[in-house]
């Protein structure tokens, strides 16, 4: 499986025909010297999740079974399956429901075996990515338009987060690897592979575009300064060079959206994490794979996690087309001329685009603003607190 760059950031590295070469031969040939992506002898832990103790908190549980409204009979899709929760949560609200369980990740599909022993193949694992999901059905002679339920989870599982040993979080040590996929395609390159061989220019694009990072440049220059000493090859390794490029003042006042404190590598995790995941792009082919999978009145949830994913959803749902992702800004600091200017509410979201005529449009909101956890839910499961979700109904 040869690994894609996004478009967003392809452009500028391919400015750099040098730097292109050296992506093209990572590609196919990732720096196995490097414990960053080294996951032998993981595999066994990975799978040993307890069916018994479920690994993580479904977000916006009651939201989601409202508006999906699960019939009996029904067949429905469940995008991202991780823990299960959702899933479960379908299975017993109404009798024979069949739920077909996608996920990139081989832990997640290991339980989702686990749970389709447990119903009697009411659940259909399928290991995948949202790109490869019309294929995988279409070998199920599942047919499109024959759908009745879609549910899209975008993001990072707490499962992948809790592992030490996948390197996507900031507060446990492990190798920098951030792949959901693990091991299913071994030549694809890790976060350790791309912080190690791209460019200063090329990172600073990364966590601009996907990080929303307004110290990119000076975080880029770090991290390469840091890697002529040593590979970065551990996640805490390089949440300290991230770390050591600002003053101590600025480590402990950086706040998040919310005014939280907020640790200053985590939107450089989060940019890496969607840049090695192919995110963005992938959360495009499951919205078109639920838009075809879809039968006419069938409903389609998505919860997103972060401003870029739920702008790309606002805008699929508008009925725009994104096929080609990199004529769309997704990231606002970069929208007005002039410093000061107070933008509307589709400036912000990247510049104005043509509306599309409702009877063009094969989307129905099921409601009009953006649904958020309730303070309850937060308090419960605070991983969900930056969720949102939107629902429609497909014409």
């Known amino acids: 499986m040869i690994f894609h760059m996004p478009l967003h950031v392809s452009q500028v590295i ?4 040098a730097l292109w070469r050296v992506w093209r031969t990572l590609k196919f040939n990732p720096l196995s010297s490097f414990a960053g992506c080294d996951s032998e002898g993981t595999s066994e832990e990975m799978s040993a999740v307890s069916p018994e103790k479920p690994p993580h908190t ?25 823990g299960g929760g959702h899933t479960k949560a379908i299975l017993s609200t109404a009798p024979d429901v069949t739920v077909l369980a996608l996920d990139r ?23 995948g990515r949202f790109s490869e999901l019309e294929a995988l059905l279409s070998n199920m002679n599942i047919k499109p338009g024959s759908i009745d339920a879609v549910l899209l989870d975008a993001g990072c599982s707490s499962m992948q987060m809790d592992q030490a040993e996948r390197g996507f979080s900031l507060s446990k040590d492990g190798p920098l690897d951030m792949r959901m996929d693990g091991e299913r395609y071994p030549d694809m390159p890790c976060a350790a592979d791309v912080v190690n061989t791209l460019d200063q220019q090329a990172l600073a694009s990364i966590l601009t575009a996907y990080g929303e990072e307004r110290h990119a440049r000076k975080i880029a220059s770090a991290i390469v300064e ?4 040593n590979p970065i090859t551990r996640t805490q390794q390089l949440a300290s060079v991230v770390a050591g490029s600002f003053p101590a003042a600025v480590v402990h006042a950086r706040k998040d959206r919310l005014q939280r404190p907020a ?16 995110e963005l792009n992938e959360l495009h082919a499951g919205l078109c794979a639920a838009r075809a999978l879809l039968r006419p009145a069938g409903r389609l949830c ?20 994104l096929s080609n992702l990199d004529q769309y800004h997704f990231n606002p600091r970069k929208q007005g001329s002039k410093k000061g200017k107070k933008l509307s509410g589709d400036e912000r979201d990247g510049g104005k ?9 094969l989307w129905v909101p099921l409601r009009r603003k953006v649904i958020i956890p309730e303070k309850e839910d937060v308090r419960e499961n605070p991983r969900g607190r930056s969720a949102k979700l939107r629902a429609a109904l497909r014409h």
């Open 14 to 17: 391919r400015k750099n025909l």
């Open 58 to 82: 479904p977000v916006m549980l009651k939201e989601v079974l409202y508006y999906l409204d699960i019939q009996a009979g029904q067949v429905v899709l469940d995008m991202t399956f991780g």
């Open 105 to 127: 990740d081989p832990t997640a599909i290991s339980l989702a075996q686990q749970l389709a022993e447990e119903h009697d193949g009411r659940v259909k694992p399928l290991p």
């Open 226 to 229: 840091a890697r002529r000493v």
């Open 263 to 278: 640790h200053v590598a985590t939107k450089t995790f989060q940019a890496l994490r969607i840049f090695v995941n192919d």
């Open 302 to 321: 998505v919860i997103t996690f972060h401003s870029l994913e739920d702008r790309l959803v606002k805008r699929f749902l508008q009925g725009e087309d």
């Open 353 to 361: 685009e043509p509306k599309v005529p409702k009877e063009m449009n």
